[in-house]
């Protein structure tokens, strides 16, 4: 069965270092998202994107965050400059054109100390 | 605003009893209704999945959720539990169009004992 895959699965990083957060969709998809799911609160919105831009972000997803698909196959999140409240699992997924179901990565943990 | 409630932060049942997470909504419109089990260190994996139609909706692993407008509600259900099936279940609702975020309840954490 298709899969979302994410690395690294866990990120250890310092405060003020950049990080960058790669995921590989599932190959026909063309919408592609990112969630956050700091330890015991809800999952939460980032951002998705389609078609080349990003259609709709939260008020989390400010000018620290970005989002590219660098080619055919990646898509990537990446933190210019981390701050401990950045430190959550960070979950990429992907939808078919239609569908109504979002496909889910293993997520991606990101510790900032 | 809109959103969707967990009202249980844990539910314990035993093993071979019936099982209920509860999950209500409060959105306008009509709602897509989504359940996702995380299983530990793993990612949200779908399990089903309310649009339209019939309100009993089927899913992955003997998993049904019964869609009740009166109620505003989207239970997940299952006849018979598995010590498997610990895990931490999310709802989500999304609203009609190709490109939605989904909006995701808090997340109750499943413990079904031997």
């Known amino acids: 069965e298709p899969e979302v895959t994410q690395t690294p699965s866990h990120q250890v990083t310092q405060m003020g270092q950049e990080v960058i957060l790669r995921c590989v969709p599932i190959?026909?998809?063309?919408?592609f998202y990112w969630y956050r799911q700091i330890l015991g609160q809800k999952v939460e919105f980032l951002v998705s994107?389609?078609?080349?831009?990003?259609?709709?972000k939260s008020e989390i997803f400010d000018d620290q965050f970005s989002v590219e698909r660098p080619d055919g196959s990646n898509f990537t999140l990446k933190i210019r400059s981390t701050k401990l409240e950045d430190s959550a699992m960070y979950f990429c997924?992907?939808?078919?054109?239609?569908?109504?179901?979002?496909?889910f990565g293993a997520g991606s943990r990101l510790t900032v100390l | 605003a809109q959103s969707v409630a967990q009202p249980e932060d844990q539910v314990n049942v035993a093993e071979g009893n019936p099982l209920t997470v509860k999950c209500t909504y409060s959105?306008?419109?009509?709602?897509?209704l989504f359940w996702y089990v995380q299983y530990p260190n793993r990612g949200l994996q779908f399990l089903l999945k309310?649009?339209?139609?019939d309100n009993l909706v089927k899913g992955s692993y003997g998993f049904e959720a019964e869609f009740n407008k009166s109620q505003t509600s989207f239970h997940l259900k299952k006849p018979s539990a598995l010590v498997s099936d610990s895990a931490l279940y999310f709802c989500?609702?999304?609203?009609?169009?190709?490109?939605?975020?989904?909006?995701w309840g808090l997340g109750t954490s499943l413990a079904v004992n031997p």
């Open positions: 997924a992907s939808k078919d054109t239609g569908a109504n179901v979002l496909t």
């Open positions: 190959s026909n998809h063309l919408y």
């Open positions: 994107f389609y078609n080349n831009e990003i259609s709709e």
């Open positions: 959105v306008s419109g009509n709602p897509y």
């Open positions: 309310y649009i339209t139609g």
């Open positions: 989500a609702y999304r609203n009609a169009g190709n490109n939605r975020k989904l909006i």
